[in-house]
T-cell receptor, first 112, second 114 residues
Framework: ETGVTQSPTHLIKTRGQQVTLRCSSQ?????VSWYQQALGQGPQFIFQ???????GRGNFPPRFSGLQFPNYSSELNVNALELDDSALYLC???????????FGSGTRLTVV | DQQVKQNSPSLSVQEGRISILNCDYT??????FLWYKKYPAEGPTFLIS?????DKNEDGRFTVFLNKSAKHLSLHIVPSQPGDSAVYFC?????????????FGKGTLLTVNP
């Protein structure tokens, strides 16, 4: 059974650019959530996808968008990057109703 | 407005002693609580959880206690081991639908000294 894998592990982008982060869910998990963890903070919920549709969103602007594919893998896209977008981006997969959420190791995004 | 609060940024204990990590919450709609452990350069790892209908859950060295009237939960680690040194996050989930958003605290850095 594979866990949640994220790519890339590290990324440096320039302000104003666009970025795509990828996540492969744990086998059997059809729900994917994305979280942003700024330095010294806990993870903040960005959005969740279930059956390829967004079914919940946190306090993030529309320039944060996502996709979920039929194989339950997912992408997080961020447009018009800002310096404050620098953070660790975590993907978590789960099965509806399950208590635990399996997190990937994250993508460290630095915006300069 | 922080709905889940971990007021101790750090905690240091001796190996073999008990570690107690605390968490307070404000949202009465939370129905499920989880503790995660995080090492540097890794994602959070699920440790233990508790439903809002229970007041205690135990798994090996880890026990979580929930006091709903005080909106407080705690994680006890007995005995503490050096490998337990990590950041511990308390998280809570709101009941309802198929959206299982987790709200996290800021974390507590636990250091277990040999």
């Amino acid at each position: 059974e594979t866990g949640v894998t994220q790519s890339p592990t590290h990324l440096i982008k320039t302000r104003g650019q666009q970025v795509t982060l990828r996540c492969s869910s744990q086998s059997g998990h059809n729900t994917v959530s994305w979280y942003q963890q700024a330095l010294g903070q806990g993870p903040q919920f960005i959005f969740q996808y279930y059956r390829e549709e967004e079914n919940g969103r946190g306090n993030f602007p529309p320039r944060f968008s996502g996709l979920q594919f039929p194989n339950y893998s997912s992408e997080l896209n961020v447009n018009a990057l800002e310096l404050d977008d620098s953070a660790l981006y975590l993907c978590a997969s789960s099965f509806p109703g399950a208590g635990g959420y399996t997190f990937g190791s994250g993508t460290r995004l630095t915006v300069v | 407005d922080q709905q889940v609060k971990q007021n101790s940024p750090s905690l240091s204990v001796q190996e073999g002693r008990i570690s107690i990590l605390n968490c307070d919450y404000t949202n009465s709609m939370f129905d499920y609580f989880l503790w995660y452990k995080k090492y540097p350069a890794e994602g959070p790892t699920f440790l233990i959880s508790i439903s809002s209908i229970k007041d205690k859950n135990e798994d090996g060295r880890f026990t979580v206690f929930l006091n709903k009237s005080a909106k407080h939960l705690s994680l006890h680690i007995v005995p503490s081991q050096p490998g337990d040194s990590a950041v511990y996050f308390c998280a809570a989930r709101v009941r309802g639908g198929s959206n299982y958003k987790l709200t996290f605290g800021k974390g507590t850095l636990l250091t277990v000294n040999p």
